[in-house]
């Protein structure tokens, strides 16, 4: 739900190698996408700047910090796109096998254009708000549909078919290219309409996952696998588990049925329920968290026998 | 057609596996919610914007006060996003009160739509305290939403559902964990509330399903998962996919201390024959490496 702390940088294209040349396109990139938003900001100045009674100057600027911050997004991803369409008219972009060295043409230009999508994507990964991810992601050349939600994990920017109504888990990877060894392995990746994958999981390229499947968690696709459709697999390499059921209408209370653990619940709803502790009073509730305090103290102490 | 047959036609409705929390479907109207949130936040910077900084004349002292005032105003801007925030979620939960269960995850449901909205609707406040100077902020709006946490325990580097969570004292959840109290199955959303005891420990990248108990002093070990409904019992170290009992926790109530220590230095050597085909030369070297080793006061 939340992007956590020590992954501050965000989940983003992968990449392998940045060599020193290609940081001036990178830079060139950050550079011109600020020229746009820098004459927003001066036109906002122009229209609103009022020395004598600047109230509505600053009423409007958290908004247009706002629109500020879209439209960098915007920018970067136009100028990005354009270096792209030209990278891609030297060497169009090509599935497949190749050698992982500099003199291969096709894993140089594969460098490149990671780097081109970098920083739109990051940029628009750094925003709380997930549409800025679709829509960089689709003009990139990834079929989705702008309401899935793939913005917890890693997805990579080309070779990637998405249907309707997808899920994408959190940390969970979906990779078009890979590199083993002296190899580097491009295959397009399609996944169709009703699919979720779940928390962690892993999806290798080539992989072609049908309708109405689950992938569940922790759980990771060889290259070029095939699952079928309406079952729900799981483990490493994944494997067909059972008929997934839960597509049909009307099963909510048979879910439920299948586990009771009420019993326990009671035990545990004592200790933490809220109504009770709020009945207790303030200096109550203070003295019993002292005590606690003081018999964690005692716990540390103790020597084992 | 015999009773076996159809008890085998029979869906098997068990959940022993898990997908994940993400929200299933993005949907427009959150925009609406996220414009007047940005923008009260962002009025309270100005404010403080527009009172205080004129007040310095000198332009020494305004910059001298520059990077104080640039990091009051961050905090400033987020905590008035939590305000706000917290706010529109009340006025949401009277619209429609959060509920446990299971319901369908389709545009008509109601309960789907509204877990949706209040999702979004944390997500930016917990996003921009996550990216917050000050480290442990995260607990604070954990708190405001509503859960009980106190600041001794420690999740900033996991994934954390922000409802439907009770926590104890001391709980740590190691980095890239998934801590779900709702998850996405087929056509249903399943919302059941975790309990994570005291002194517990998630390990990292592991995922806890809905409807979880952790009791006292258990760790679940990295890279494992629990199923829907699982109980872990007290003080036992948990390890796999699904979670099983590695053995007893014996750590749980010992002294720093009296932990057994192992001297890696003066350990003893093996000598290991070897079935590779290695070089004399090198085969001697390693062998003298080793003696070396066994006695390192002889030479």
Redesign the interface.
């Known amino acids: ?8 940088v965000g989940p983003f294209t992968s990449n392998i190698m940045l060599r020193k040349r290609f940081i001036a396109l990178y830079i060139a990139i950050i550079w011109l996408s600020f020229i746009p938003v820098l004459m927003e900001f001066w036109f906002y100045w122009q229209i609103l700047w009022n020395e004598t009674n ?1 109230l509505h100057f ?2 409007f ?3 247009f ?2 629109l500020a911050y879209v439209s960098l997004v915007f920018s970067g991803l136009f100028i990005a796109k354009i270096f792209l369409l030209v990278i891609n008219a030297i060497h169009p972009p090509k599935e497949g096998v190749f050698e992982r060295s500099y003199s291969d043409k096709d894993y140089r230009y594969w460098n490149i254009r990671l780097i081109v999508k970098k920083y739109p994507i990051w940029i628009a990964h750094k925003f ?4 800025l991810d ?1 829509i960089c992601l689709r003009l990139f050349g990834v079929k989705t549909s ?4 793939l ?3 890693w997805v990579d920017t080309e070779f990637i078919e998405f249907g309707k ?1 997808v ?6 990877i979906i990779q078009s290219s890979l590199v083993v060894g002296n190899l580097l392995i491009v295959k397009k990746v399609v996944i169709k309409d ?1 699919v ?5 999981s892993v999806v290798m390229p080539g992989t072609l996952i049908e309708e ?1 499947c ?1 992938l ?3 759980s990771l696709t060889t290259v070029e696998q095939h699952l079928d459709k309406n079952w ?1 697999y ?1 483990g490493i390499p994944a494997e067909k ?9 009307g ?2 209370e ?3 049925l ?2 009771d ?1 009420d019993g ?2 009671e035990k ?1 709803e004592k ?2 329920e ?1 109504g009770e502790r709020m009945q207790v009073g303030l200096l109550q509730r203070k003295k019993e968290k002292e005590e ?1 305090v003081e018999q ?1 103290k005692e ?6 026998t | 057609m015999t009773a076996e047959q159809q008890e085998n036609d029979k ?5 022993d ?11 427009f109207r ?2 609406l919610i ?2 007047p949130i ?2 009260l ?3 309270t ?2 404010i403080y ?2 009172a205080f900084i004129p007040q310095l004349k000198s332009w020494v002292a305004s910059l001298l006060y520059l990077p104080a005032s640039i990091f009051f105003m961050i905090c400033l801007f987020i905590m008035g996003c939590i305000f706000f925030s917290k706010l529109f979620l009340v006025l949401i939960n009277l619209l429609h009160k959060p509920q446990e ?4 995850a389709e545009k008509g449901c109601k309960e789907f739509e509204f877990w949706q909205i209040r ?1 979004q609707l ?3 406040s ?3 305290l ?2 917050c100077p000050l ?1 442990w902020m ?1 607990v604070l709006a954990f708190r405001w939403f509503g859960v ?1 946490v106190d600041f001794s325990s420690h999740m ?7 409802e439907f969570i ?1 926590f104890g ?2 709980v740590m959840i190691g ?2 964990a ?1 801590v ?1 109290s709702s998850m ?5 959303l ?1 919302i059941k ?1 975790v ?1 994570l ?1 005291d002194y517990t420990v998630v390990g990292g ?1 592991t ?1 806890v399903s809905p ?1 979880t ?1 952790i009791g006292q002093d258990t760790v679940l070990g990295a ?1 494992s ?1 629990t199923t ?2 699982q ?1 872990l019992e007290q003080s036992w170290l948990y390890f796999g ?1 699904p979670a099983k009992k590695l053995k007893v926790n ?1 750590y749980a ?4 201390d ?1 932990i057994k220590r192992i001297d890696v230095d003066n350990a003893i050597a093996y000598d290991v024959k070897f079935d590779i085909n290695i070089d004399e030369d090198k085969r001697n070297m390693i062998n003298k490496n080793n003696k070396k080793k066994k006695n390192p006061e002889e030479k």
């Open positions: 739900m939340s992007v956590p702390c020590s992954l501050k600047a600053y009423l600027l958290p908004l910090g706002l709380p708000f997930p549409f679709n702008i309401l899935n939600s913005f917890e994990g109504s899920i994408v888990g959190q940390a969970s009703n979720k994958i779940g928390a962690h109405n689950v569940a968690a922790h729900i799981v588990y059972k008929v997934n059921s839960f597509n049909e209408d099963l909510e048979l879910i439920e299948n586990i653990v326990i619940r545990y200790l933490y809220r606690k964690e716990r540390w102490q103790r020597i084992p | 869906p098997d409705l068990t959940i596996f898990i997908t994940s929390s993400a929200i299933g479907r993005i949907n959150f925009l996220y414009i940005f923008w936040g962002g009025l910077t100005m914007a527009v269960g299971i319901f369908k999702i944390k997500k930016i917990i996003w921009l996550n990216n480290p995260d009980k900033i580097d996991a994934w954390v559902d922000t009770t004292r001391k980095q890239g998934v779900m996405i199955l087929g056509k249903y399943i509330r309990y005891d990248q995922s409807g108990i890279l998962t829907f409904n109980v996919f014996k109530e010992v002294k720093p009296a």
